[in-house]
């Protein structure tokens, strides 16, 4: 049997339809024979099986095309230079390859589609060409390594700036001792817990010895050096953070901490020796007191507390109690005036220079009335500046000074209350470091005011006195 294909079948049973409906025509609803008009008319704008599957072949294509990802062309790669230097240092020069500027004329419409319908081309071409520029450029660098190459002179100060700011074995150069040990020890404040010692030994109503008054100034500065040192070495994390601090020769790393805690003791055990048996067990006794109170009381305070300010002005006002005791050997209330002025002094002192420096005890953890009670900072630092008026007018009551003394005085303790008072009201750094600059010079001119108006000892007053007149004695027999 013939079977014919399918095409040709196809054919056959259209043209069978078509002519059935051409014969039914009149007989066929009005829509059906519109649509055999149509497709007499014009043929072409019926869809056919084949308009069909090209449009199909379409859709996949620019469905394909969407999901399609180019790969984007390898960048040329940076040419590195390397200098070596004598420091074995290196520097690393990165040369990037010029890009050609793109050409911004107008062309025709044309010129635009054919240039979208390449993009691989010219991607190709501009990547021949970056590579073309990057062999231009490193014949060139190699024309110009060919020649002198330039190379920074570094100089003296910043070769050993650079080498000290590097790690380094600690070495310990005897010449630099000396100046470590005065660093170390503190010895601007050292000098000024001697100079108050002094004067609160000369101010005792006893004769002067000069023997007595070496022992005990030795001993007292041999005390508050081994406090300062101890001190120090207490708080290295902390001076670190500090810009006031942070050249501390336990934090630079110039001596070792147990070079440290030797040399305090070695100031330490023999100033308190020295004080007990050359002077006598009581003075012994409160340079031993001071150095527990700064060391175990004061300096872990800082972190703790405000209460610390209070606990350094006991410190600080034990130094001439020490040298009164030293040439009378007993607690008289002449001692304790002395210390109150030293204690009344420290506040407005301390809290004028802690003002200035708020940020750097918050940056190294220290809780400072400044920091934490600027208000009070500033209060107290009036109150005991109006308080030194009132120290004044004890002494003569004492019998320490004659009643000169309140009013000689009166002057500096009137300007730095006034001063106090400024820095309580504008509460700004100019007003703090007037007031700590006028502290400075205050505390000596009291104290030298204080040692001219020095009330005279019983038996000078006596020693001036004329002698009476004797009776003449007459023998009877």
């Not at 013939?2 to 054919?11: A, E, H, Q």
């Not at 009005?30 to 069909?52: E, G, I, K, N």
């Not at 000098?191 to 023997?211: E, I, K, N, S």
């Not at 007993?330 to 304790?336: D, I, N, S, W």
Request: hydrophobic share 40%; proline share 7%.
């Amino acid at each position: 049997m013939y079977k014919t294909p399918c095409s040709r079948l196809s054919g056959l049973v259209g043209a069978s339809v078509k002519q059935k409906l051409v014969q039914n025509i009149p007989r066929c609803n009005p829509t059906a024979r519109s649509l055999v008009q149509l497709h007499r008319r014009d043929p072409s704008s019926w869809s056919t099986y084949q308009h069909l599957t090209y449009l199909k072949r379409q859709y996949a294509a620019k469905k394909s095309s969407e999901l399609h990802q180019r790969a984007i062309p390898k960048q040329a790669p940076l040419l590195t230079i390397v200098d070596e230097r004598e420091d074995s240092i290196e520097r690393q020069v990165q040369r990037i390859p010029t890009i050609k500027p793109v050409a911004t004329d107008a062309v025709s419409q044309s010129e635009d589609v054919t240039s979208k319908m390449q993009p691989e081309v010219s991607t190709l071409n501009s990547t021949a060409d970056d590579v073309a520029g990057e062999k231009d450029s490193v014949s060139r660098t190699a024309v110009i390594s060919a020649e002198t190459p330039h190379i920074q002179v570094e100089t003296e100060e910043a070769r050993e700036a650079r080498l000290d700011r590097q790690w380094k074995q600690l070495k310990v150069d005897v010449a630099d001792l000396p100046d470590i040990y005065a660093r170390l020890a503190k010895i601007k404040l050292t000098a000024l817990v001697v100079t108050t010692a002094a004067a609160g030994y000369a101010m005792a109503p006893v004769p002067f010895d000069p023997v007595l008054f070496f022992m005990s100034s030795l001993g007292t500065g041999l005390a508050s050096c081994s406090a300062n040192s101890i001190n120090q070495y207490f708080e290295v994390p902390f001076d670190s953070n500090m810009n006031r601090t942070k050249n501390r020769p336990l934090v630079r790393g110039q001596i070792s901490p147990l070079h440290a805690v030797s040399f305090a003791l070695a100031c330490g055990v023999p100033g308190v020796a020295l004080l007990t048996l050359a002077v006598n067990p009581l003075t012994g006794f409160l340079g031993a007191l001071n150095i527990f109170l700064y060391t175990c009381c004061y300096t872990p305070l800082k972190r703790l507390s405000i209460t610390n300010t209070w606990m350094g002005a006991v410190v600080g006002a034990i130094p001439p109690v020490m040298g009164w005791t030293a040439a009378t050997g007993c607690l008289e209330p002449g001692a304790l005036l002395l210390g109150g002025f030293l204690y009344s002094w420290q506040f407005p002192h301390f809290n004028a220079l802690s003002w200035n420096l708020r940020e750097d005890y918050s940056r190294g953890g220290y809780r400072m009335m400044s920091v934490t009670h600027p208000g009070m900072c500033r209060r107290v630092a009036l109150r005991h500046s109006l308080g030194l008026i009132g120290l004044a007018t004890l002494a003569p009551l004492l019998d320490v000074t004659t009643w000169t003394f309140p009013v000689i005085s009166l002057p500096i303790n009137l300007y730095i209350s006034y001063l106090a008072f400024r820095f309580y009201r504008k509460a700004d750094r100019g007003s703090a470091r007037k007031l700590f600059f006028c502290s400075l010079w205050h505390l000596p001119m009291l104290l030298l005011l204080a040692l001219t108006c020095k009330k005279p000892r019983k038996d000078q007053e006596e020693a001036a006195l004329p002698p009476a007149p004797s009776l003449p004695l007459t023998l009877q027999s």
